[in-house]
T-cell receptor, first 113, second 119 residues
Framework: GENVEQHPSTLSVQEGDSAVIKCTYS??????FPWYKQELGKRPQLIID?????GEKKDQRIAVTLNKTAKHFSLHITETQPEDSAVYFC????????????FGKGTHLIIQP | EPEVTQTPSHQVTQMGQEVILRCVPI?????FYWYRQILGQKVEFLVS????????KSEIFDDQFSVERPDGSNFTLKIRSTKLEDSAMYFC?????????????????FGAGSRLTVL
């Protein structure tokens, strides 16, 4: 089955700086890669996703890049703000049938004022 | 915006007791899921459900677990005889899938979760 590795487990950045979270996956059949943000005690919320037919996608301060050859994808947050503090999970899915998402272990992002 | 709703928000039970967690997926969604998150850990896939049957299940989803869609709206997770290690937040999710299938997107919407505490 799919295995998703995520790094780092904790990331502390100064407000206004950029944050980068990296994930690798094992199943070459995976073709859908979402990122979820989870605030303490709340549900995971989709913030951005990318499909295998594109290499990069951007939505305001958030971007995701995908390298299918190397089987890794990354989340980039620019101009970080205090409200960006949360746990971020990457995930992968082959998108076939009713496949569930395989999640990484999460990155606790801390924005220092 | 449509939501996935879950009940109860928190349940405390004794070890060995049966527990049923309930979910109402988004009405036009076709695929339903249960995930588990032990405190401080990652979200783990349990099971997916489509067309009134299980499509995929993980190693965690053993014989103690079952799912059911008893009517047109509810989707339930039953744990037959709870163990201490079943204590976790259980998230229900649903998706409508995008077509054509090769587009590969499986956009899940999660419920707020049901926290299960087994004593």
């Amino acid at each position: 089955g799919e295995n998703v590795e995520q790094h780092p487990s904790t990331l502390s950045v100064q407000e206004g700086d950029s944050a980068v979270i990296k994930c690798t996956y094992s199943d070459s059949a995976s073709n859908y890669f979402p990122w979820y943000k989870q605030e303490l005690g709340k549900r995971p919320q989709l913030i951005i996703d990318i499909r295998s037919n594109v290499g990069e996608k951007k939505d305001q301060r958030i971007a995701v890049t995908l390298n299918k050859t190397a089987k890794h994808f990354s989340l980039h947050i620019t101009e970080t703000q205090p409200e960006d503090s949360a746990v971020y999970f990457c995930a992968a899915s082959s998108g076939g049938g009713a496949d569930g998402l395989t999640f990484g272990k999460g990155t606790h992002l801390i924005i220092q004022p | 915006e449509p939501e996935v709703t879950q009940t109860p928000s928190h349940q405390v039970t004794q070890m060995g007791q049966e527990v049923i967690l309930r979910c109402v997926p988004i009405s036009n969604h076709l695929y339903f899921y249960w995930y588990r998150q032990i405190l401080g850990q990652k979200v783990e896939f349990l099971v997916s459900f489509y067309n009134n049957e299980i499509s995929e299940k993980s190693e965690i989803f053993d014989d103690q677990f079952s799912v059911e869609r008893p009517d047109g709206s509810n989707f339930t997770l039953k744990i037959r005889s709870t163990k201490l290690e079943d204590s976790a937040m259980y998230f229900c999710a649903s998706s409508k899938r995008e077509w054509p299938a090769y587009s590969g997107a499986n956009v899940l919407t999660f419920g707020a979760g049901s926290r299960l505490t087994v004593l």
